[in-house]
Antibody, heavy 123, light 108 residues
Framework: EVQLVESGGGLVQPGGSLRLSCAASGFTFSNCAMSWVRQAPGKGLQWVSTIIGSGGGTYYADSVKGRFTISRDNSKNTLYLQMNSLRAEDTAVYYC????????????????WGQGTLVTVSS | SYVLTQPPSVSVAPGKTARITCEGNNIGSKSVHWYQQKPGQAPVVVIYYDSDRPSGIPERFSGSNSGNTATLTISRVEVGDEADYYCQVWDSSGDHWVFGGGTKLTVL
């Protein structure tokens, strides 16, 4: 059974930093691209970032490019999201999601999601 | 950037058919995926590659995609189908995933 467990969320001041983690189990982690998708309170889903299975390629939404960094440790089956220069508009539940393929392309979609971790950016 | 447009809400009586649309420029040339999200829960894929259904998803859920509109159809709607539904595509022009704004399905 696939399990994705996010951690690291919390309250942070504007301009601050936070690192999210997602512990994965139940599948061959290095075979799958992994993504972060967020959902602001009462709003829809917004794709944030994706990293391919090997870690050799990363992709970002324009709204977070230059501030967020996605990474993975395939030896620990763990996905990360380093978030810097946080803004109020980054406040959201952040979901870790598993893709069905190694690469990030037209064949990819999310077949498993974690339960999410809440990030609140406020003074 | 590529935009997906969904109606904010759809209402249907139990036992009837619900159709949720997702509009985008020439969306028929893309693979569309649909997610169901119930309150307080993570999303779950209900349709992938336009019309494929994951194991465990009832046959009542089906999808189609042509021209500028993709459609999620739920037949014989049940109260338990009440949820937000999101469409998603991969935008090759920017290597991005794009989600529609979501549709709240209400079962009257």
């Amino acid at each position: 059974e696939v399990q994705l467990v996010e951690s690291g969320g919390g309250l942070v001041q504007p301009g601050g930093s936070l690192r999210l983690s997602c512990a994965a189990s139940g599948f061959t982690f290095s075979n799958c691209a992994m993504s972060w998708v967020r959902q602001a309170p009462g709003k829809g889903l917004q794709w944030v970032s994706t990293i391919i299975g090997s870690g050799g390629g990363t992709y970002y939404a324009d709204s977070v490019k230059g501030r967020f960094t996605i990474s993975r440790d395939n030896s620990k089956n763990t996905l990360y999201l380093q978030m810097n220069s946080l803004r109020a508009e980054d406040t959201a539940v952040y979901y870790c999601a598993k893709s069905t393929v190694h690469f990030f392309d037209s064949s990819a979609y999310c077949d498993s999601w974690g339960q999410g971790t809440l990030v609140t950016v406020s003074s | 950037s590529y935009v997906l447009t969904q109606p904010p809400s759809v209402s249907v009586a139990p036992g009837k058919t619900a159709r949720i649309t997702c509009e985008g420029n020439n969306i028929g040339s893309k693979s569309v995926h649909w997610y169901q999200q119930k309150p307080g829960q993570a999303p779950v894929v209900v349709i992938y590659y336009d019309s494929d259904r994951p194991s465990g998803i009832p046959e009542r859920f089906s999808g189609s995609n042509s021209g500028n509109t993709a459609t999620l159809t739920i037949s014989r709607v049940e109260v338990g189908d009440e949820a937000d539904y999101y469409c998603q595509v991969w935008d090759s022009s920017g290597d991005h995933w794009v989600f529609g704004g979501g549709t709240k399905l209400t079962v009257l």
